[in-house]
Protein backbone atom coordinates (compact mmCIF):
# COMPACT_ATOMS: atom_id res chain seq x y z
CA UNK A 1 0.00 0.00 0.00
CA UNK A 2 1.30 3.15 -0.66
CA UNK A 3 0.04 6.41 1.16
CA UNK A 4 0.69 10.00 -0.46
CA UNK A 5 0.41 13.32 1.95
CA UNK A 6 -0.73 16.37 -0.03
CA UNK A 7 1.12 19.71 1.60
CA UNK A 8 1.56 23.67 0.57
CA UNK A 9 -1.74 24.56 -0.49
CA UNK A 10 -3.53 27.74 0.73
CA UNK A 11 -4.96 30.99 -0.17
CA UNK A 12 -3.08 33.58 -2.02
CA UNK A 13 -3.73 36.50 -4.51
CA UNK A 14 -4.09 36.03 -8.18
CA UNK A 15 -0.75 36.43 -9.82
CA UNK A 16 1.09 34.76 -6.92
CA UNK A 17 2.72 31.28 -6.33
CA UNK A 18 2.61 28.30 -4.27
CA UNK A 19 4.43 24.83 -4.85
CA UNK A 20 2.57 21.72 -3.89
CA UNK A 21 4.54 18.64 -2.00
CA UNK A 22 3.20 15.10 -2.18
CA UNK A 23 5.22 13.01 -0.21
CA UNK A 24 4.97 8.85 -0.98
CA UNK A 25 5.72 6.20 1.41
CA UNK A 26 7.08 3.15 0.11
CA UNK A 27 10.57 2.53 -1.02
CA UNK A 28 9.82 2.06 -4.78
CA UNK A 29 9.29 5.45 -5.12
CA UNK A 30 11.57 5.30 -8.42
CA UNK A 31 8.84 3.40 -10.13
CA UNK A 32 5.51 5.38 -9.61
CA UNK A 33 4.52 7.84 -12.49
CA UNK A 34 2.92 10.81 -10.44
CA UNK A 35 0.17 13.06 -11.71
CA UNK A 36 -1.87 16.07 -10.21
CA UNK A 37 -5.44 16.42 -10.48
CA UNK A 38 -7.82 18.68 -9.09
CA UNK A 39 -11.45 19.00 -8.95
CA UNK A 40 -12.77 22.80 -8.60
CA UNK A 41 -16.27 23.13 -6.53
CA UNK A 42 -19.49 22.10 -8.88
CA UNK A 43 -17.03 20.62 -11.38
CA UNK A 44 -15.25 17.47 -12.54
CA UNK A 45 -12.02 16.50 -11.25
CA UNK A 46 -9.07 16.94 -14.09
CA UNK A 47 -5.77 16.54 -15.10
CA UNK A 48 -2.96 18.82 -14.25
CA UNK A 49 0.48 17.71 -14.47
CA UNK A 50 2.40 14.28 -14.43
CA UNK A 51 5.86 12.94 -14.55
CA UNK A 52 6.62 9.58 -15.78
CA UNK A 53 8.30 7.14 -13.71
CA UNK A 54 11.50 5.98 -16.07
CA UNK A 55 12.45 8.75 -17.70
CA UNK A 56 11.19 11.80 -15.86
CA UNK A 57 9.23 13.19 -19.19
CA UNK A 58 6.27 15.70 -18.18
CA UNK A 59 2.66 16.37 -19.60
CA UNK A 60 1.07 19.18 -18.86
CA UNK A 61 -2.64 20.61 -18.94
CA UNK A 62 -3.05 23.22 -21.73
CA UNK A 63 -4.43 25.49 -18.21
CA UNK A 64 -1.18 24.71 -16.42
CA UNK A 65 1.14 24.98 -19.90
CA UNK A 66 3.90 27.90 -18.93
CA UNK A 67 3.00 28.47 -15.20
CA UNK A 68 3.28 25.07 -13.81
CA UNK A 69 5.90 23.06 -13.35
CA UNK A 70 6.06 19.47 -12.23
CA UNK A 71 8.92 17.92 -10.89
CA UNK A 72 10.04 14.56 -8.47
CA UNK A 73 12.94 13.81 -6.09
CA UNK A 74 13.49 10.04 -5.80
CA UNK A 75 15.77 10.36 -2.69
CA UNK A 76 13.04 11.91 -1.16
CA UNK A 77 10.09 10.43 -2.43
CA UNK A 78 8.71 13.73 -3.23
CA UNK A 79 6.91 15.52 -6.25
CA UNK A 80 6.24 18.96 -6.13
CA UNK A 81 4.11 21.18 -8.49
CA UNK A 82 5.40 24.72 -8.65
CA UNK A 83 2.43 27.08 -9.40
CA UNK A 84 3.46 30.59 -10.59
CA UNK A 85 0.76 33.62 -12.40
CA UNK A 86 -1.94 31.80 -10.35
CA UNK A 87 -5.70 32.68 -11.52
CA UNK A 88 -8.56 32.69 -9.35
CA UNK A 89 -9.81 29.57 -12.15
CA UNK A 90 -7.15 27.87 -10.33
CA UNK A 91 -9.22 27.81 -7.13
CA UNK A 92 -9.80 24.03 -6.55
CA UNK A 93 -8.62 21.20 -4.45
CA UNK A 94 -5.75 19.36 -5.63
CA UNK A 95 -4.36 15.90 -5.44
CA UNK A 96 -1.13 13.70 -6.28
CA UNK A 97 -1.97 10.38 -7.59
CA UNK A 98 0.44 7.50 -8.25
CA UNK A 99 0.48 4.96 -10.98
CA UNK A 100 3.03 2.05 -10.43
CA UNK A 101 5.37 1.56 -13.50
CA UNK A 102 2.54 3.92 -15.02
CA UNK A 103 2.93 4.41 -19.28
CA UNK A 104 1.20 5.48 -22.11
CA UNK A 105 -1.81 7.91 -21.62
CA UNK A 106 -0.85 9.23 -18.04
CA UNK A 107 -3.46 11.85 -18.20
CA UNK A 108 -6.12 9.66 -17.00
CA UNK A 109 -7.07 9.71 -13.69
CA UNK A 110 -8.22 5.93 -13.52
CA UNK A 111 -5.22 4.43 -14.71
CA UNK A 112 -3.72 5.71 -11.51
CA UNK A 113 -3.50 3.00 -8.51
CA UNK A 114 -2.57 5.55 -5.15
CA UNK A 115 -4.26 9.07 -4.29
CA UNK A 116 -3.98 11.56 -1.75
CA UNK A 117 -6.17 13.13 0.75
CA UNK A 118 -5.77 16.85 -1.25
CA UNK A 119 -4.67 20.03 -0.17
CA UNK A 120 -7.38 23.39 -1.20
CA UNK A 121 -5.76 25.77 -2.91
CA UNK A 122 -7.74 28.86 -2.83
CA UNK A 123 -6.62 31.94 -5.44
CA UNK A 124 -8.51 35.38 -4.90
CA UNK A 125 -9.36 37.95 -7.13
Known amino acids: QVQLVESGGGLVQAGGSLRLSCAASGRTFRTYTMGWFRRAPGKEREFVAAIRWNDGSTVYADSAKGRFTISRDNAKNTVYLQMNSLKPEDTAVYYC??????????????????WGQGTQVTVSS
Open 97 to 114: AAGIYLGGDITTSLRYNY
